[in-house]
């Protein structure tokens, strides 16, 4: 199987309980730890995947194989990736991720537990 020809960055709060928001995120970003260090407590991710349906088309090959993903502390990461010391805090794979058709979203993909509930990338 094939690695899908697509890069995802995720950008989410961690929590591990946060009071509902006025937009209705799940997450109080006011009292999201700034670092990790700082955390403490521990949260879930839930990864659904998908990706723009207009891309399809114009792709050499279709959005169809494994996803791999990595997460990392949010003050390890800058735009242009992790740091070169970033220690990931969980590896993620996916596999048989099928994006043709609509582009998904796919159901929930996999959820990572026990993640400091703070800024991950």
Do not use: Q, W
């Given at each position: 199987?094939?690695?899908?020809?697509?890069?995802?960055?995720?950008?989410?709060?961690?929590?591990?309980?946060?009071?509902?928001?006025?937009?209705?995120?799940?997450?109080?970003?006011?009292?999201?730890p700034?670092?990790?260090?700082?955390?403490?407590?521990?949260?879930?991710?839930?990864?659904?995947?998908?990706?723009?349906?207009?891309?399809?088309?114009?792709?050499?090959?279709?959005?169809?194989?494994?996803?791999?993903?990595?997460?990392?502390?949010?003050?390890?990461?800058t735009?242009?990736?992790p740091?070169?010391?970033?220690?990931?805090?969980?590896?993620?794979?996916?596999?048989?991720?099928?994006?043709?058709?609509?582009?998904g979203?796919?159901?929930?993909?996999?959820?990572?537990?026990?993640?400091?509930?703070?800024?991950?990338?």
């Open positions: 199987m094939k690695t899908l020809p697509f890069f995802v960055l995720f950008l989410c709060a961690c929590t591990g309980g946060a009071a509902e928001t006025e937009t209705g995120s799940g997450v109080d970003t006011d009292t999201v700034t670092t990790c260090a700082d955390a403490t407590v521990t949260g879930s991710l839930a990864l659904s995947l998908a990706m723009e349906a207009d891309y399809i088309p114009s792709m050499d090959e279709p959005p169809v194989g494994t996803f791999r993903a990595a997460v990392f502390r949010g003050e390890d990461v735009a242009i990736g740091n070169e010391d970033a220690v990931s805090l969980h590896e993620i794979e996916v596999a048989n991720v099928d994006l043709t058709g609509d582009g979203p796919v159901d929930l993909a996999t959820t990572v537990a026990d993640l400091p509930a703070c800024r991950v990338v």
